[in-house]
Each structure stands twice: as C-alpha cells, then as structure tokens.
T-cell receptor, first 114, second 115 residues
Framework: DTGVSQDPRHKITKRGQNVTFRCDPISEHNRLYWYRQTLGQGPEFLTYFQNEAQLEKSRLLSDRFSAERPKGSFSTLEIQRTEQGDSAMYLC????????????FGQGTRLTVV | QKEVEQNSGPLSVPEGAIASLNCTYSDRGSQSFFWYRQYSGKSPELIMSIYSNGDKEDGRFTAQLNKASQYVSLLIRDSQPSDSATYLCAVNTYNSGGSNYKLTFGKGTLLTVNP
C-alpha cells in the first residue's frame, strides 16, 4: 500500500504532556498538509509544506504546535503542553507538485487529552 | 474569511433514489473543487474533482460546477446503503501570498440511504 501513512492511529495523553505524530506521504508527492477535525466539523487547515519548506501556517495554530518536514519526506506534528481542547482527529494529506491540489488523506491520528 | 458552506443535513433518501448534495463557496478565485466521502470514524476519501463549469460524471457520481453562482453539487444516482456517510465539499483557496495550494472544507452533509 503506497498511500499516506500516519502513526500512531490513536493517542491518549494527560493534559500538559507533549505528543508527536508522524506522517509519511505518498512517495512522489511534494506537498504535505496537516489538518485537524473535531466532531461535526470539516477538516480545519493547520499547515502545509512544499518539500521541506513550511509555506503556510494557520493563524489558528498556537505556539504550542510545531511541524517539521526535515528532508522533504516524512513530517512530524508536535503539540506541547496539551490541553483538553486539543482532542481531535489530526489528518495528514499529500498532493503532487502540479498545480492541481488533489490531496489524499492518511488514516488520521485520534488524540484524546484527559 | 473564505468559506465553504454545506447543508449539514441529515439528508435521508431511499435506496435507489438520487441523492443531491450542494455546496457554495465565497472565494471567486477558486479553481479546483473536490468532493470527499467520510465514513464515521474514518478519514476523508476523495471521490470526485471538477475544474470546469458543467458536469463531470464518474460511475454513479456526477459533480456539477457553476462558477458564476459559486456553486458545486454532487449527485449520487441509484443510492445504496453503503453510500451512507458524510460528504465534504472542498475548494482550493488563495492565501495572502497568492498561492492556492490549500483546501478549505465545508462542514459536510450527512447522507443516510435507507434500505
């Protein structure tokens, strides 16, 4: 299976702890996106990379969130000092370098902060 | 604020009927439009993309785009119980720098197909 892969699939953490999620995009895709989705809402844009460059970051993203894509391949999303409001599904998607933004999602990481 | 609006539903149709899902968007510069299907607890799955005014058909699915009215729709013919899911409309939107590589999603419409 050469789709987008995310790890872990589920994460339960205590409030105040740091968590890190990983995303491996489709191998030939240069663009990588992170979205967050809460119950009853559509995916909400967090950030995106083109190769290793982080080109846009949502103003909704607090300083507790950071994302990296060090070699233009996999990406990590870290949340520091987690809060209960961070509980959500974190989705990663990738798309090719061409202008058409047809993006494919991974399975997601469901975060529960207790 | 660039927005994508969908009727949250639920939309309930009998098996074999046509389901019609609608979406409007605010960014007139948008050029690419997508429909994703999302089963409960799963991630979104791309089912249709459309870039030009008019209709695009793929099997039982037809996407319709009217850029003048800023309106996108998805028709599902011969609806099956397995089509029961949330359907998300997504539109590429431009950021302040002029790039359009980000997708903005609506909240989704919950479709239920009754046997």
């Amino acid at each position: 299976d050469t789709g987008v892969s995310q790890d872990p699939r589920h994460k339960i953490t205590k409030r105040g702890q740091n968590v890190t999620f990983r995303c491996d995009p489709i191998s030939e895709h240069n663009r990588l996106y992170w979205y967050r989705q809460t119950l009853g809402q559509g995916p909400e844009f967090l950030t995106y990379f083109q190769n290793e460059a982080q080109l846009e970051k949502s103003r909704l993203l607090s300083d507790r969130f950071s994302a990296e894509r060090p070699k233009g391949s996999f990406s990590t999303l870290e949340i520091q000092r987690t809060e209960q409001g961070d509980s959500a599904m974190y989705l990663c998607a990738s798309s090719p370098i061409t202008g058409i933004t047809e993006a494919f999602f991974g399975q997601g990481t469901r975060l529960t902060v207790v | 604020q660039k927005e994508v609006e969908q009727n949250s539903g639920p939309l309930s149709v009998p098996e074999g009927a046509i389901a019609s899902l609608n979406c409007t968007y605010s960014d007139r510069g948008s050029q690419s439009f997508f429909w994703y299907r999302q089963y409960s607890g799963k991630s979104p799955e791309l089912i249709m993309s459309i870039y030009s005014n008019g209709d695009k058909e793929d099997g039982r699915f037809t996407a319709q785009l009217n850029k003048a009215s800023q309106y996108v729709s998805l028709l599902i013919r011969d609806s099956q119980p397995s089509d029961s899911a949330t359907y998300l409309c997504a539109v590429n939107t431009y950021n302040s720098g002029g790039s359009n590589y980000k997708l903005t999603f609506g909240k989704g419409t919950l479709l239920t197909v009754n046997p």
